[in-house]
């Protein structure tokens, strides 16, 4: 399943799809890893790629939905996820500098406004990048709160007001989206400005980083209804479906880090020789790459199931809402989790300036924290737990899905409310659909927490505890991630050893969180005594680890970056 620059066919996409991402590739093997890395320690712009995005209109191509732009343009989001995933293989940066021009152009094609839609898609085609200004320095994740606001003028005039923080390629930006609020009390509003305007004043770079993450602050910047993209509910809507699209990007761009810094660390322990001994010959460190390549596994094959269902979604058929920010809490930090066991492994080569590892040890840490913290989306899912157990509606079954199409319905995702509402398809086909004994083991765990919800759920007091619904939220997504697996098990056929070898990492993480809930200080009799049930030991299985552990030991000197 791993990304691998030289073999990996994109198959699945079409002709001109697979170019970009070969092309993407040669773009930073022919960089190397020297300039890569030197880069990175220097902070450098990264004017190199966004010339070669200019030069093979890649953003165009990517982010331009169809209907503007060039003719084959189209928002395709597999191979948006295959784009993403280059990207975070090859570093952070350049992935930020792709997504934050997404996001930002989110709230411009969701618009009705169909001139700000053409200017987006020949800037775009010109090959400028997008900023997407919604945080702000006092507010964080309280993104009802602004203190950006727009004071209409006359004749269909506007001045804008106030201060943005955290807000990538505002340097650079051709439009900037910005959300604010109406001086006289109307409600949200959502325009575009230019980041080169004399009245957008660039106050700083905030982070360390080869990105440019602004500060910047408009000082009666003038609007006419042409920059105005949404107002009232509609601003609100665009904010959050923007966000509902591009959150995803964050699961691949920690898979693409994974990956490389997976081959780094392989190359490197299994070539070491200690005491007579290569380090991959020490149990331990062959237990920390099963571990990282079972969790990188499932991290792929829960994110790419995710994209079906996204694809395929529908005013009646909201479920990616549920999958998505699980694509962006729990893959990216199954992300950090990989990276931690990676780097027990390689130990001090880890902060050897010319390793991938270097960058990927500190940009791993970011993705769980960008696009609302993994505690926002954690409180967001929870409130689909209810019907998720409880009240299974009745779905075709979606395949995989993988079309050179447009996906229109994300442009018109239309209101944010009703989440409670929504229903998704029964969890236990797919559990039923296998027979392997962890995922045995981890169906008596999910009987356990759905009889603990109806017997012992949480109080008055406990629901509005935030910390102790976490715990909760921690159980319940390991149910969700493991359901998308199983159902993609089966479609990339991954077979029983590696579907077992996975659930394995997933009892014992369903243990920990049991545990977990066992211990906080709110927690009643009854529930701790159901956290204590739902604790089991994971089945090993000599024979199946010691075949994974070949499929691991396999990818010994299979990629490594040109110089
Ligand atoms: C490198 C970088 C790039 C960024 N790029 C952009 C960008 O281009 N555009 C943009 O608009 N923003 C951007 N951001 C902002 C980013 O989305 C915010 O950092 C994020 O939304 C959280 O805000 P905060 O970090 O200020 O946390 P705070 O708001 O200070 O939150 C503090 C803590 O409280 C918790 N918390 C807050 N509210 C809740 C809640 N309702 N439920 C549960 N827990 C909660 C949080 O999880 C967190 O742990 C960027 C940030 C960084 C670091």
Wanted: neutral net charge; aromatic residues 14%.
């Amino acid at each position: 399943m791993l990304l691998h620059p030289g073999k990996t066919d994109f198959a699945h996409l079409d002709a001109e799809s697979q170019k970009i991402m070969q092309d993407t590739i040669a773009f930073f093997e022919k960089k190397g890893k020297i300039k890569l890395t030197e880069d990175d320690r220097n902070l450098v712009w990264y004017a190199d790629f966004l010339e070669f995005v200019k030069q093979e209109k890649i953003f165009a191509r990517l982010m331009t939905p169809a209907g503007y732009g060039p003719e084959n343009s189209r928002w395709d989001t597999s191979r948006i996820a295959a784009f993403t995933e280059v990207l975070g293989f090859y570093g952070l940066c350049y992935w930020y500098t792709y997504q934050v021009s997404s996001l930002g152009l989110g709230p411009i094609f969701m618009s009705d406004n169909e001139a700000a839609k053409q200017k987006a898609a020949a800037l775009l085609n010109d090959g400028h990048i997008f900023a997407f200004g919604l945080s702000e320095k006092e507010h964080g994740a309280d993104i009802y709160s602004s203190d950006m606001v727009v004071t209409a003028t006359g004749d269909g005039k506007y001045t804008a007001s106030g201060r943005k923080y955290y807000i990538g390629n505002g340097n650079k930006a051709g439009m900037v989206s910005v959300f604010g609020r109406m001086a006289d009390g109307s409600g949200y509003v959502f325009f575009a400005v230019d980041s080169q305007h004399p009245d957008y004043k660039l106050i700083k770079n905030v982070v360390n980083s080869q990105s440019y993450v602004s500060e910047f602050e408009l000082v009666n910047y003038p609007l006419t209804q042409a920059d105005i993209l949404h107002t009232g509910e509609a601003a609100w809507d665009a904010a959050l479906n923007t966000v509902n699209i591009n959150k995803y990007n964050l699961g691949w761009g920690s898979i693409g880090i994974c990956s490389h810094a997976f081959y780094e660390a392989i190359n490197h322990a299994a070539n070491r020789n200690l005491y007579g001994k290569f380090v991959t010959d020490f149990p331990h460190i062959r237990d920390l790459f099963i571990k990282a390549y079972t969790r990188l596994t499932a991290m792929k094959l829960f994110a790419l199931r995710a994209t079906d269902y996204m694809r395929t979604a529908s005013a009646d058929d909201r479920r990616y809402l549920l999958y998505n920010p699980m694509v962006k809490m729990k893959v990216t930090t199954e992300g950090e989790h990989v990276i931690n066991a990676i780097w027990d492994v390689v130990a001090a080569k880890g902060f050897e300036k010319d390793m991938y590892f270097n960058m990927a040890a500190k940009d791993i840490r970011a993705l769980p924290k960008l696009e609302g913290t993994v505690h926002v989306n954690m409180a967001l899912i929870i409130k689909f737990m209810p019907n998720y157990f409880f009240n299974a509606g009745e779905f075709a079954e979606i395949p995989a899905y993988h079309k050179p199409v447009n996906d229109a319905f994300l442009f018109k995702q239309g209101p944010t409310k009703g989440l409670s509402k929504i229903r998704f398809h029964d969890y236990s086909k797919a559990y039923d659909s296998v027979n392997l004994p962890n995922v045995s083991l981890f169906k008596e765990q999910i009987a356990l927490f759905k009889e603990a919800l109806m017997m012992a759920g949480p109080d008055a007091a406990q629901q509005k505890d935030i910390d102790f619904l976490l715990t909760i939220g921690e159980l319940f997504t390991l149910i969700v991630y493991g359901q998308l697996i199983l159902e993609n098990a089966a479609i990339y056929n991954i077979g029983d050893d590696m579907t077992d070898q996975i659930f394995e990492v997933m009892v014992a993480d369903f243990s920990r969180f049991a545990l977990e809930l066992h211990n906080k200080p709110s927690s009643s009799a009854a529930q701790m005594g159901y956290a204590f049930k739902m604790i089991r030991k994971p089945v090993a299985d000599k024979n199946r680890t010691e075949r994974i552990w070949k499929e691991v030991y396999a990818l010994n000197g299979v990629y490594e970056m040109r110089k």
